[in-house]
């Protein structure tokens, strides 16, 4: 699919250091900008952090013209103007919440031919006779449609502004689309195709592996509170997702007393409060953001380090995409989950009463739905498997395992033979539906353990051969076994508001004998979930890099810019590293390009040259 380059690659190369400060491409870049360079329409697919910015903006500068990129969050176009400028790049803005001396300003900068990237919201795009007058302006080379997947109803994030996009492609037939999205159906990514009228689209889909990410799962409970703020102390912005508005109040004001600089975010703040709390995380005046899912669409704070789900998440999809906002500088990040079983049964509980607005009735298939969704999460948290495996097979890619950076892979976890157990209540099952009956995993358990419940004994179960079979397996262990086989298919659920279980044609081998069944043993406490972990690579305790952090710090604050707009992590750790003691072994550090370097590599390294001396 790869068209011939109208710039050959060592061209590319050359001015991805001198824009951007980068000497190498991440996985799909160089093919992404040589499609769009031959001015192809384009489809990229690529994971949070995998680097799509890029592979529009290196375009945009090397081709004659002006770029549009359409974007739909105004704190989004903000931070990609920021950073742009901060690389001594021509880019402009225009959206609803600014005025009109500054709108000015913008077109100015375009009848000057000055601007290479120009960021508009879609409702500004579309206005009438706005692309005809930019036209006039100046030529435009190409149209960029980032967060695509709004403009599609199957997405997760559908904006009816996105759907009138389909227009763009009437009133500038000849400029190239590129639409870039994070979200990985296939779905979607044909709505994509169809809705913004791509023409033969170059279509490049990106790993979602993401290598730089350690994954873990640990048990919830007493101690969690505890094991969350050693992993405060130790340093680096971090999110902590709840579940509740109450929770993440209460976490937030258990860490401001423990002496961390921690927010809460969560819809129950006003809009103002919100967006404060948010610009101190995002400037680093708040180390840690503790937050219901609201948090995080609009953010794109590279150096978040680590991310701890305090509560279940609802699929393994909003799991991967929230712990996901670790580590996109390509810098190690932690991404732990705190799971309970306890957890679980809320979460069912709070999918039960879920019901039509309108007429009170259970919304059936929504619930079988979100039980369908939290089922991939919960099979996540409790597989002994490799978390990338679990993850990426849940995006149709396949993965082997060991891959290094995981508990499950560092640390495999014990395992308990539960194949005989396995067997009961699979006969259990099959022994009701013999009967014609099908019941809940707590009365079956209730039979497996000889309980002689009102209700065993109204339906004479305790007549029933395999009565107390079972009963030298606590309940939570029968549970986590109900739960391993419906994941495996062996057991199915029906749906409606008291779900029962029901045998299916993969026990067989089973029932047989033929395959054996284990659970990792009862939840492995946080210690051994932890000592298995990689050290963070990055040098944390180093005073150089302390040093450069605060200096950091200072020139972002009298710039009036996040820290990581001067330089992210990446940087920081390369200089703490390297110590480079002349402007030219500056120049040679990752992410520093040209305006960079005649910028900030004066101050940075007298900084180093103090520090050595001292
Ligand atoms: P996405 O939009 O795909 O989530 P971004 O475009 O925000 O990702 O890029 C994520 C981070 O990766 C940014 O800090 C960016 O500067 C960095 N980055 C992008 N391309 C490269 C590269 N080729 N080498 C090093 N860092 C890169
Ligand atoms: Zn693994």
Redesign the pocket.
């Known amino acids: 699919m790869t068209a011939v380059p109208a710039v050959g690659a060592d061209a590319l190369h050359k001015a991805?250091k001198i824009h951007?400060?980068?000497?190498?491409?991440?996985p799909g870049?160089l093919e992404i900008i040589s499609d769009a360079m031959a001015g192809r329409d384009v489809l990229a697919v690529?994971?949070?952090?995998?680097?799509?910015?890029?592979?529009f903006?290196l375009p945009a500068l090397l081709q004659p013209g002006l770029t549009l990129v359409v974007s739909p969050l105004i704190a989004l176009m903000q931070d990609?103007v920021r950073?742009l400028r901060a690389n001594g790049i021509d880019a402009g803005l225009l959206n609803s919440a600014q005025t009109a001396a500054e709108a000015a300003e913008c077109f100015r900068a375009i009848e000057a031919q000055r601007l290479k990237l120009l960021y508009v919201a879609p409702e500004r795009l579309l206005m009438a006779g706005f692309l005809a007058r930019l036209s006039e302006m100046a030529a435009i080379s190409q149209v960029v449609i980032?967060e695509a997947h709004c403009v599609s109803d199957w997405g997760h994030d559908f904006r009816p502004e996105y759907r009138r996009l389909a227009s763009v492609r009437e009133q500038l037939p000849e400029v190239p689309i590129l639409g870039?999205t994070?979200t990985a159906t296939p779905t979607v990514r044909d709505d994509i195709v169809n809705q913004l009228q791509l023409r033969d689209p170059a279509r490049h889909v990106a790993s979602f592996d993401r290598p730089n990410l350690y994954w873990s799962v640990e048990a919830k409970d007493r101690g969690s509170y505890e094991r969350l703020l050693v992993r405060a102390k130790k340093g680096g912005s971090g999110i902590v997702y709840c579940l509740s508005r109450k929770r993440v109040d209460d976490i937030a004001a258990r860490l401001q007393a423990d002496g961390i600089s921690a927010l809460p975010y969560h819809a129950g703040l006003n809009g103002e409060r919100r967006s404060l709390n948010q610009s101190e995380f995002i400037r680093d005046a708040a180390q840690v953001m503790v937050a219901t899912v609201a948090f995080g669409m609009g953010i794109?704070k590279?150096?978040v380090r680590w991310v701890v789900h305090f509560d279940l998440p609802r699929s393994l999809e909003a799991y991967y995409q929230e712990g996901g906002r670790a580590g996109?500088?390509?810098e190690p990040g932690d991404c732990v989950l705190f799971f309970s079983a306890g957890d679980l049964r809320t979460a069912e509980q709070l999918i039960r009463t879920r019901v039509d607005a309108e007429t009170g009735e259970p919304l059936e298939a929504l619930q079988a739905t979100a039980r369908a969704q939290l089922q991939t999460v919960v099979h996540y948290a409790e597989s002994p498997d490799c978390r990338r495996v679990l993850q990426l097979a849940y995006f149709g890619e396949t993965f082997s395992a060991p891959c290094g950076n995981c508990d499950n892979c560092l640390n495999p976890p014990a395992l308990d033979d539960v194949t005989l157990a396995a067997r009961q209540l699979l006969s259990t099952v099959a022994r009701l539906a013999q009967r014609g009956q099908a019941f809940g995993a707590g009365h079956v358990i209730d039979i497996l353990r000889g309980e002689t419940t009102d209700k065993v004994i109204a339906q004479g179960h305790e007549q029933l051969s395999v009565f107390g079979i079972g009963s030298a397996l606590a309940p939570p262990r029968w549970r986590a076994l109900i739960r391993r086989l419906l994941a495996d298919g062996a057991l199915a659920q029906s749906a409606g508001v008291y779900p029962v279980l029901q045998i299916t044609a993969d026990a067989k081998p089973l029932l047989k004998g033929e395959r054996a069944v284990t659970l990792p043993q009862v939840a492995r406490s946080s210690q051994t979930a932890r000592s298995g972990r990689r050290a963070a690579a990055g040098p944390v305790d180093d005073p150089l890099f302390q040093a450069l952090r605060q200096l950091r710090l200072r020139l972002a604050r009298e710039n009036d810019v996040p820290p990581?707009v001067v330089f992210?992590d990446?940087t920081l750790h390369a200089l703490a590293e390297r110590r480079p003691l002349t402007l030219q072994a500056f120049a040679d550090i990752?992410?520093v390009g040209e305006r960079k370097l005649e910028q900030w590599g004066a101050i940075f390294v007298d900084a180093i040259r103090d520090f050595h001396d001292s």
């Not at 951007?20 to 991440?26: N, V």
């Not at 995998?50 to 592979?55: E, N, P, R, T, V």
Request: aromatic share 14%; charged share 15%.
């Open positions: 991805l951007f400060g980068f000497s190498a491409f991440r870049q690529m994971p949070t952090g995998g680097g799509k910015s890029l592979c903006q990609q950073l980032d870039f994070a794109n590279p150096d996109r500088d390509g990581y992210t990446v990752p992410g």
